[in-house]
């Protein structure tokens, strides 16, 4: 691998994220103003969410996945390329163009695997030009390894044949999804929500990951130097939720309905009957075990319902909601705390989908308050908890600015499902 060093001015990254059921893409540039701050402005950014494709199957089914991105990932790229005036076609009536041999060759290493997205990429060469872009950046892991593929390869093509219509070399920087989370929460959107400053912060960090594949605590010495203090041993804490959701009659992602059905429990007043299990709440290390609650969960909807001879009430399913995430928050917020004390954070970091809970937000930052007052906690804007390709591009642009870029060999560049910070 080469370590890359800053070039072209501005720095243009175009993101590419298709490590689950979103497929993103979003262009970002890098100015300094006259004062010096460096702001990052978001040119352009298209996303289509597969929830409706996987709501039948109660979580994401990896083959729909790969179709779906497979078939959506050309024309977001042309949507994001649009905001950003950035789409300009070969002539101006659209014709098409005929590619290059030494193109051909390129697109043909696409035909054994990616048939659909070889269509949409060819067609889209041989109409538009190369844009004004200095890099790619692509989300190679973690994630489902099918659905990571499309977005590798799109960025792979993409890198190869606008190097050559170009004729300037357009460099891949590989990046872990989780980054991305983390990264998120360390920039502050301007009212406009399209441009980026990073906050200050004290390190060391300790990041909190928390999403449908992950529950980590992270301890950050240095941006960019990542070492994993705990995570979970089971289901991630976004899984747990959405297990919950299903045993609730709830639709995937089911998450954000079992925290809305909580709040609206603890609203109610309705005294609360049910508690359930924290796991591993004093066991000491780091590490967390969500599949308990879950399972505990299970049980009490069992002899609710008298074993499954009736259905759950109203009521009875918001006090589930609410006593699920009442245990799973409360463990989340005990392990951060004592990590944030044990390694002298100065800033905690929320990222993933579970980063958008509103009462994980309340319960997290009231506690560090009383308890650890001189420590801020930082959350992603709601808008870019869940996956997106900004994120992608955060992370990239952070890496741009530190010299810690990787630009490896084109052919060098897979995904790899399991990736770990
Ligand atoms: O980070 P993300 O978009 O995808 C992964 O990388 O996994 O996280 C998605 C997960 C889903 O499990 C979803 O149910 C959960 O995050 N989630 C939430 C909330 N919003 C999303 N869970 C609880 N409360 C929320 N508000
Ligand atoms: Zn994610």
Redesign the pocket.
């Known amino acids: 691998m080469s370590c890359y060093s800053v070039p072209m001015n501005p720095l243009r990254v175009l993101a590419i994220e298709t490590?689950?059921?979103?497929t993103a893409v979003s262009l970002l540039e890098q100015t300094v103003t006259a004062s010096g701050e460096t702001v990052i402005t978001v040119l352009g950014n298209a996303l289509s969410s597969q929830i409706d494709i996987h709501a039948q199957y109660g979580g994401v089914f990896p083959a729909l996945a790969k179709r779906a991105h497979a078939e959506h990932i050309i024309p977001l790229l042309m949507d994001c390329l649009e905001q950003a005036d950035m789409l300009i076609p070969h002539n101006t009536d659209k014709q098409p163009v005929v590619l290059s041999s030494e193109i051909e060759q390129i697109l043909s290493a696409l035909d054994a695997k990616e048939a659909t997205l070889k269509t949409h990429i060819s067609a889209f060469f041989s109409t538009y030009q190369a844009p004004a872009i200095s890099h790619i950046a692509v989300t190679v892991g973690p994630?489902l390894a099918p659905a990571l593929w499309v977005g590798v390869n799109t960025a792979t093509t993409l890198a190869q044949v606008w190097s050559i219509q170009a004729q300037r070399t357009i460099p891949v920087i590989p990046i872990n999804?989780m980054e991305g989370?983390v990264v998120t929460a360390t920039y502050q959107q301007a009212a406009d929500k399209k441009t980026y400053t990073r906050t200050a912060m004290q390190l060391p960090a300790l990041a909190l990951l928390?999403?449908?594949?992950?529950t980590e605590l992270i301890h950050i010495e240095q941006l960019g130097i990542y070492i994993k203090i705990g995570q979970t041993r089971d289901d991630?804490?976004?899984?747990a939720?959405?297990k919950v959701?299903r045993m609730l009659s709830l639709t995937?992602?089911?998450?954000?309905k079992?925290?809305a059905l909580a709040a609206q429990f603890r609203e109610s007043g309705i005294t609360q009957i049910i508690t359930l299990p924290q796991p591993m709440l004093h066991s000491g290390d780091y590490d967390f075990s969500h599949s308990g609650i879950k399972t505990a969960a299970l049980y009490t909807i069992r002899d609710l319902t008298e074993q499954n001879t009736r259905e759950l009430t109203d009521t009875e399913k918001m006090m589930i909601a609410c006593a699920f995430?009442d245990a799973a928050i409360a463990v989340l917020v005990h392990k951060t705390v004592r990590a944030c004390q044990e390694y002298h954070s100065g800033t905690v970091i929320v990222g993933?989908?579970?980063a958008?809970?509103?009462?994980?937000r309340t319960q997290l930052t009231t506690v560090i308050a009383a308890k650890i007052p001189h420590c801020t906690v930082l959350f992603p804007e709601l808008w870019l908890?869940?996956?997106n390709a900004i994120m992608i591009g955060l992370a990239a642009m952070g890496q741009l600015l530190a010299g810690t870029a990787q630009t490896p060999e084109i052919s060098t560049i897979v995904a790899d499902g399991n990736l770990s910070l």
Not at 19 to 22: R, T, V
Not at 236 to 239: D, L, N, S, T
Not at 252 to 256: M, V
């Open positions: 490590s689950c059921d979103e994630g999804h989370h928390v999403s449908g594949g992950h991630a804490i976004g899984e939720f959405d959701a995937y992602p089911g998450g954000p079992v925290s995430e993933g989908g579970v958008g809970n509103s009462y994980l908890a869940t996956d």
